[in-house]
């Protein structure tokens, strides 16, 4: 029995055949692109989409990248660095590495890098001139590896390819298939690292190296595959996940079970053609496949049905794609391309044959003969009022500004039209107008708001309608104010939108309060409780977008095209049962989710987009269906069935504008280094800072609807959004470095996880560049250097000058000083020497005299400006031996020499130490009683030289008192001399002598002495 199912099995379904392929034809619906597009020519041969999602497609007239906005066309000769070897392509092939492999007409290849653009005459080279002419229309290639691969060629020849190594090697079949026969190869596939040939009567499972694994002859009805060696046959197969493989043939496909290893063949309707490569499938593992002017699918359970309706005979499908996002593209041979969504769920586009209201009605079963009998009939939306109460009715009136009456309100439940007699209440004094408005309280209570702002209750029991006194507004009564809508809260509690703004109105106290009319909205179009939250409202506008209302504080939230709305006119808004709120625009329908805000726009699905809809024209069916009408049609939809759009689309710079001019590689100024979506850094000068860069969001379903964001980081603070612009402009970008962003959202409004960035570096002008100013500050510098240099130089020579002249001034006081101090000292000596003759002491005066005469002649050696240390010990010395002749024994004198002190090589200014042991002699030894002492020290502490003149003399202060009664006002000149000597000696020879007398006392604290120390750093 199983062995008869399978013998009749494609009888079975040969006779079924017409059945299946009657079913629901879901392609019907599609968008096409052609000449008028951009596309290059209208018979497409190939489509690929590439590694960053543009997609290529192959014509007679060249090929052409398409972005969603517009196509960029390759073509023969145009350029001499990205130029095709022909226009008219037959195939396409994209490999791993992001190559696109493109055959021509005539036989020849081309490899194009998808990335950088950048074309490749392939067979142009003699290493791979063996492809030329030789493959089958270039549709059966497989790659093997990063650089092998494997093309089937015409007569069941296998050519590899080793694309690095140029080298091209020609295979047999009865060399390929090792001697199996009768065979001919007809198609091929690469799965699971193994490669599979289909042949004319076998299956053959291969390894890279050519190892045959398995060969599975062909076991169905007919013997073999139709035609096997017609040129144009291709049989190549796809397989699925289960090892299935799904193998065209002509009329028919070959369907082998790898698992159960049995074949089913599955027959398509005889139209003498053939299905024509390639194979597309979904995620889903669903087959599309083009034969003659229509297209099929094949299910995962391998039931065949029709995907597109018939088209005209003469039209094929001749190239097929099913890209990232779930579009299947369909090339023709002369009507361009064909898109169908096979994801998205659109709204359907539905067409008018009455009035919005009317054809709603008719979707609750009310026949037009009964819309007949209403007021309904014949008016216009735009006066359709409606609400749905508590208990399920749906409550219309009538709008406008004509009295009635009696009131006009029907209803709807339970499938009937119920058409009550109103009255009105004795009390009501105003009849009213036209209801505007309908709400339904809390507790069931059905009021209106009539076209004069008046309130009105409609007892829905007794079917009476009271009428209130208007609402006592302050809006400008000349001009129009059209109520759209209102939400009762706590039965007495009016919140009313009109086109003027918002009103709180308190039915118990008639109180009043207006929100909005002082700001800028526009106008206010509906009004729409919060499902969830009831201190929310959310308002329309007419062109300020969808505002969230806080009944308590009056906070506001304001949502727009810049949040995320496909347009800011909301003409209506209505809550399903799920707490979304469904609105109308001018760009279609959007949902936004009340507690987080998400925003998902839709369209609607038709050859005649409704994008642009009315106010009034919204409805909430009983089955939770909505219904929105717009200026060309109308849609029915329940909100459950649409399907969100998950899908992030890639981003792709697709021009850069510079000064107003398009940047081209041909373009020898310009900086562009690739392709332009390929490049990642831009390098401009200050004066070409005028950019414009264009981009595209790589998703296909519905490209209008995808919304645009960029930020140029370090000149923009955040995203600018574009809406559906896809071109950011900057003028006059200061030099600097900055990165540029591009986001896009998909068709549902939310934003994509990738982003395209681009460095930008505007380079300043010289003047301004680093360098520039470094060597502007370094001459300024050096320049200032140089005048300081030179003042500084200047004003050193002017008081070298000085020092010199000061220098000469002080020596020559010095020698004046000095000159001053020897006659002082001959005139004392002298005056000794007269004092012994006088005494006829001649012996003393002798020697006093020849001592006296060594001293003159050391202190005439000794005139230059210093002297050694050793010279003037030698010269006190001398004075000492002098005064110890002249005054006897009055005087003991002594020398302590530190023999550290090298008395040589230390210069000291002459008769610097005379002074003070004169000093010392005459106003402090002889004027006491008895013989004093004098003692002359030279000592060394670290670096200074210390020379003392100590006696035990009365001290200066008795001494200065006997000198002032002998000479009142005497002031010693050599003490003063000394000094002053020192000072000059200081000054010109920069040393730092300095003089300390010490006055000396006893254990009684009386005087005992004087001590005078002088301390100097020796000049070695």
């Known amino acids: 029995m199983k062995a008869l199912i399978k013998l009749f099995s494609p009888v079975i379904l040969l006779i079924f055949c017409p059945l299946i392929l009657s079913g629901q034809e879901l392609g019907d619906t599609f968008k096409s692109l052609n000449v008028s597009d951009g596309l290059p020519q209208s018979y497409v041969s190939g489509i690929i989409q590439d590694r960053k999602d543009f997609v290529w497609l192959a014509t007679r007239d060249g090929l052409s990248r398409y972005d969603g906005k517009k196509f960029k066309v390759f073509r023969e000769g145009e350029n001499s660095s990205y130029t095709l070897s022909s226009n008219i392509i037959t195939n396409l092939f994209l490999d791993r590495s992001g190559r696109l492999w493109v055959c021509y007409e005539q036989g020849d290849w081309d490899v194009v890098d998808t990335d950088t653009e950048k074309i490749t005459r392939l067979t142009a080279d003699k290493n791979f001139q063996l492809l030329r002419d030789k493959s089958k229309s270039g549709r059966s290639i497989i790659q093997i590896s990063d650089s092998v691969y494997w093309i089937l060629g015409r007569d069941g020849v296998v ?16 060399q390929l298939l090792k001697g199996l026969s009768p065979t001919f190869i007809t198609g091929i596939t690469w799965a699971n690292q193994n490669i599979i040939l289909i042949t004319s009567h076998a299956l053959v499972y291969m390894r890279p190296d050519g190892k045959i694994l398995k060969t599975v002859n062909l076991t169905f009805n007919k013997s073999g595959l139709f035609n096997p060696k017609r040129s144009w046959k291709d049989n190549s197969p796809l397989v ?86 779930d579009v299947l593209w369909a090339g023709t041979n002369g009507y361009g391309v064909r898109q169908y969504d096979l994801y998205l769920t659109q709204i359907p586009k539905l067409s008018y044959t009455a009035s919005f209201h009317e054809q709603i009605l008719e979707k609750l079963k009310i026949s037009a ?13 735009y006066f359709f009022r409606w609400t749905t109460g508590n208990d399920g009715k749906i409550w219309m009136t009538k709008a406008g500004a004509d009295s009635v009456e009696k009131p006009n309100l029907i209803y709807f439940q ?24 309908l709400a339904v309280s809390k507790s069931g209570k059905l009021w209106g708001i009539d076209n004069a702002l008046r309130p009105v209750f409609f007892d829905t029991r007794t079917y009476t309608a009271h009428t209130f006194e208007a609402i006592r507004h302050r809006y400008d009564k000349n001009k129009l104010n059209e109520v759209n809508g209102f939400v009762i809260d706590d039965e007495h509690i009016f919140w009313i939108s009109s086109s003027l703004g918002l009103i709180r109105y308190d039915q118990n106290n008639k109180s009043v309060i207006h929100y909005f009319n002082n700001l800028p909205i526009r106008q206010l179009m509906a009004v729409c409780q919060d499902p969830l939250d009831r201190d929310v409202l959310w308002l329309g506008t007419y062109s300020d977008g969808l505002i969230r209302f806080n009944k308590k504080n009056n906070v506001c939230s304001y949502y727009t095209k810049k949040t995320g709305l496909p347009n800011n006119t909301v003409y209506s808004i209505l809550p399903d049962k799920n707490g979304l709120l469904w609105c109308s625009s001018n760009k279609g329908v959007f949902s936004i989710n009340p507690q987080t805000g998400k925003i998902r726009s839709y369209v609607t699905k038709g050859e005649i987009p409704v994008d642009e809809f009315n106010r009034f024209h919204y409805f909430s069916l009983p089955d939770n269906q909505m219904a929105f009408g717009g200026t060309e049609g109308y849609t029915v939809f329940n909100p459950e069935s649409l399907v969100d759009d998950t899908y992030e689309p890639h981003i792709a710079l ?19 280094t690739g392709a332009i979506n390929d490049v990642e850094a831009i390098v401009l000068p200050y004066d070409k800072n005028f950019l414009a860069f264009e981009f595209s969001a790589l998703q296909f379903n519905i490209p209008e609807k995808l919304q645009y964001r960029y930020m140029l980081k370090g000149l923009d603070e955040g995203w600018v959004t574009a809406g559906t612009d896809n071109v950011a402009t900057y003028t006059t970008i200061p030099p600097g470095s900055y990165t540029l962003k591009i986001n896009a959202s998909n068709t549902a409004g939310v934003w994509s996880g990738y982003v395209k960035s681009l460095r930008i570096i505007i380079t300043p002008p010289f003047w301004k560049t680093l360098w520039f100013i470094t060597l502007c500050l370094l001459l300024a510098g050096g320049l200032v250097y140089y005048l300081i240099k030179r003042r500084i130089r200047n004003i050193r020579t002017k008081d070298l000058e000085k020092i010199a002249f000061e220098r000469e001034s002080m020596e020559l006081e010095a020698q004046a000083m000095r000159s001053q101090m020897n006659p002082h000292f001959i005139f004392n000596c002298l005056n000794s020497i007269k004092a012994l003759i006088q005494e006829d002491d001649k012996k003393n005066a002798v020697t006093y005299l020849t001592t006296f005469a060594k001293l003159i002649r050391n202190q005439l050696y000794n005139s230059q400006r210093e002297i050694t240390l050793h010279d003037e010990i030698t010269t006190c010395q001398l004075y000492l031996q002098l005064e110890t002749l002249r005054f006897a024994d009055r005087i003991t004198y002594g020398f302590l020499i530190d023999p550290g002190v090298d008395l040589h090589r230390i210069m000291v200014p002459p008769l610097i130490l005379q002074p003070f042991i004169e000093n010392a002699i005459i106003h402090g030894i002889l004027p006491r009683p008895g013989k004093g002492k004098i003692i002359v020290s030279v000592t060394k502490q670290q670096d200074d030289v210390i020379c003392s003149i100590d006696d035990d003399g009365i001290g200066r202060h008795k001494a200065n008192k006997d000198r002032e009664l002998r000479k009142p006002h005497h002031i010693s000149k050599g003490t003063l001399l000394v000094e002053t000597r020192l000072n000059m000696h200081n000054a010109l020879n920069r040393n730092n002598f300095s003089i300390n007398i010490i006055d000396k006392t006893d254990d009684s604290q009386n005087p005992s002495g004087t001590s005078v120390i002088l301390t100097f750093n020796p000049t070695l």
């Open 159 to 174: 050519y590899t390819v080793n694309f690095l190594q140029k080298k091209v090697t020609a295979f047999r079949s009865d």
């Open 240 to 325: 699925r996940k289960n090892g299935q493989l799904i193998i065209p043939d002509e009329e028919q496909l070959i369907l082998y079970d790898s698992l159960k290893n049995d074949f089913t063949v599955i027959d398509l309707p005889k139209q003498q053609h053939y299905i024509v490569p390639p194979l597309v499938m979904d995620k889903s593992e669903n087959i599309f496949l083009g034969y003659a002017n229509m297209i099929f699918r094949l299910d995962s359970a391998n039931r065949l049905s029709r995907f597109t309706a018939e088209t005209t005979p003469d039209t094929k499908n001749i190239s097929m794609l099913l890209d990232k996002s």
């Open 369 to 381: 003969e009964e819309i007949k009998h209403t007021f309904l009939h014949g008016i216009s939306t």
């Open 414 to 437: 339970n499938g009937k039209l119920q058409r009550p007699k109103w009255r009105y209440g004795t009390e009501s004094q105003h009849p009213h107008v036209g209801i505007n408005a």
């Open 654 to 672: 697709t021009n850069v504008k510079i000064n107003n001019r398009n940047s081209s590689l041909n373009d020898p100024d310009s900086p562009l």
